[in-house]
């Protein structure tokens, strides 16, 4: 049995920023390997000394943490080989212990890149990722550490709940990491993700220079005069000057976006939608096509999972998901479509009509729909965007957030103003549990930046970054940045927020709530760590759920103008926003993340796995220049192959949870519910698999049903049996 408790590291912080995922390691210089453990990044309180903070001291830092992981890991793999009996929890404690340090650091150097880059430049903060992401999968890629676990065997069996599925983490990191293969197959599989990775390179940067290649300048304000001001803001010229143009709108997925939604020309939407599925194509230009890239990909990685004991790469991607294997996603799939795929064509139908009546004389195509679906919206119902957002001031969202939340899980949140901080304009928050027996404690903090000058692409964003993760063995408490890019006040005017915005803003707190809540003693279980893929969003979806009330929506109201709070009637409507065209929508989703699956199991080439899969979810025919899997980074370049679908199934999930909390609509039902999901989805963390945790919370399996109710594309008179 493995046991050892071996000299601990003065653990200092812990980050959980992702998790760790199956992989090549890329070396970078040794950086800082000499010193006190990140001598100056902390003040006496123990929080980041955000006003001294200098690049220099992370990099320093980031070298002596990573080394200090390292000599531990060797140190451990040394007492096994000794053949000292070592106890698993004793060395669970251990590692959590000295990576903590490490992820703080980590986390510091992520929340200042994502605040400011020039804070810590990329290139900067890139050698930062690489070197800790390299020390902190040396942990899980032992080859001795790995085989003294599996060979625990039956008194695996003995260890408590946390234990045995940090056990099942080594083990599986460990598995799809090649270490249960000879050396031959670890060698073998050491080159193949080097050619990978190379792949991977070429597929990402083609794409960017396909992006940065298409530029379309518009110089008539009549196209633009509907834009919302990040959308004006991106394309201008001088965005200071956003109303005088020209307007340069580029292939970035969120400007084409945003172009298709609100440019009347029906010409110019079409070449923008033409060069955004041709990019990185043969149709665009030969020198900058990827589809020999994405056969080279598919290859890799089917010959990466059949090196692990897998028949293909799909199979191999559903080892880290809750829904467990390819054949139950399928019938997830089938049952969606039974009730999207008619709610698609009666909403195309009516969106055509309402065009004809409006004056179009041609059939809608795909660069149609959401400039159609907007006017639709704005006559049937007389919601215009831009008049809601006058309800719905930053400040004034943020306050009806944090109040919401206190009440739903009895937590009080309280502003910290003399905690340092990387801008004047970044506030820090204390979380105090009034479940906790020492509730004059706080269990967490967040900070909160809502300016951030980065990834400003024509739509707000917001991130959830973990600083440090709960660390019962180090007694540390967890903390995180929310982080979002509105723009700056102007005359002291606040940012005025969509419903898309209300929607980033719930989901990326209800995710720094998963963080700041955990229970989990394990850092390397609590919050977000372990979470399988396909539920890493569930808390986010869960609180941004909470939108679909229009007394919830009423709390965070006050018009900018006046404070007056926004009429019942109109927050009812608001809820069309998410309904409107949700069988066409839900089709989307479906086809992307069957599309995905299909495209890491088949042998076919990538087009003639599209021609099968497209009229599965699609009214409209496929045009013959599209080649859209071109250009899917995150698929092909990034870490979501055959885990696009994860984003819908955390949806469903969510929409099963919150199902429970609108049965009634008062504050004592929604507290009782909540009370339940904090004791369960916010305790947990990985602790627990999330589909146990699931029924802990609900008493059975999730359904599609609500999902499908909620998008009011639920019929009744259609059975979902086994749903």
Known sequence: MLNILRQRHAAQRFLHTTTSRPGYIVLVPEIGEEGPLGEGLLTPNGLP??????????????????????????????????????????????????????????????????????????????????????????????????TALLEEGDEAGNAGEAEQRLRQKFLLEGKLNGLALSKDGQDGLKELLIQLGRERGNYKNKVNMSVHAFAHVVNDFQLVRDFPPTLLEATARDPSQALEGPWKVTLQPQIVEGFLKYCPDRLQRWNVWRANVIKASQQQDKSLENSTHLEKIRALRKRQANLLGYSNFADMSMQTKMIGSVDNLKQIFAKLLKFA?????????????????????????????????????????????????????????????????????????SEQPKTEVWHPAVKFYNVYDGDSSNCSTPVGGFYVDCFSKEHKFGRNNGWMVGIRNRNKTANLTPLCALIFNFTEPKQGKMPL???????????????????????????????????????????????????????????????????????????????????????????????????????????????????????????????????????????????????????????????????????????????TVGKRYKQTFLSYGGSVPTAEVFRRFQGRDPSVEALLKSLDIFAPSQTTENN
């Open 49 to 146: 000394a955000f006003s001294d903070i200098t690049i220099e001291m992370c990099l320093g830092a980031i070298g002596q943490q990573a080394s200090a992981v390292e000599k531990s890991v060797k140190a451990l793999e040394q007492d096994i080989q000794s053949g000292k009996k070592l106890n698993s929890a004793d060395i669970y404690g251990e590692l959590d212990a000295v990576t903590a340090p490490l992820e703080t650091t980590w986390g510091v150097a992520k929340a200042l890149y994502l605040g400011n880059s020039t804070l810590i430049p990329t290139k900067s903060y890139m050698n930062i990722h690489e070197r800790a992401r390299n020390a902190r999968a040396a942990k899980f890629c032992n080859k001795t550490v790995y």
């Open 341 to 413: 795929g008619p709610a698609q064509s009666v909403q195309l139908e009516d969106l055509q009509n309402f065009a004809t009546a409006s004056g179009a004389n041609h059939k809608l195509e795909a660069y149609d729909i959401s400039y159609w679906r907007r006017k639709q919206i704005i006559a049937n119902h007389q919601l215009l965007e831009d008049k809601l957002c006058e309800y719905f001031p930053l400040p004034r969202v943020l306050s009806g957030l944090f109040a919401l939340s206190e009440k739903l899980f009895n937590i009080r949140i």
């Open 497 to 671: 927020l969509g419903y898309d915005d209300l929607q980033m803003v719930f989901k990326t707190f209800g995710t720094g709530l998963q963080h700041l809540l955990t229970q989990a003693g394990y850092s390397d279980l609590a919050g977000l760590s372990n979470i399988e893929w396909d539920a890493s969003q569930v808390s986010g979806y869960v609180m941004s759920n909470f939108l679909d009330d229009p007394a919830v929506l009423q709390t965070l109201s006050g018009h900018f103008s006046n404070d007056q709070i926004i009429d019942m009637q109109l927050a009812q409507k608001m809820r069309l926003l998410k309904t409107q065209l949700a069988g066409y929508n839900l089709c989307q989703e479906l086809y992307l993340a069957d599309l995905d699956v299909e495209l890491h199991r088949s042998d076919a080439f990538w087009l003639d796995v599209v021609k099968k899969i497209w009229p599965v979810y699609q009214c409209m025919p496929l045009d013959k220049k599209d080649a859209h899997p071109c250009s899917f980074t995150d698929i092909f370049a990034g870490d979501w192959a055959a885990a696009h679908f994860s984003h819908l199934y955390s949806k469903l999930i969510a929409a099963d949870i919150s199902s429970s909390f609108a049965e009634k609509h008062n504050d004592e039902h929604y507290a």
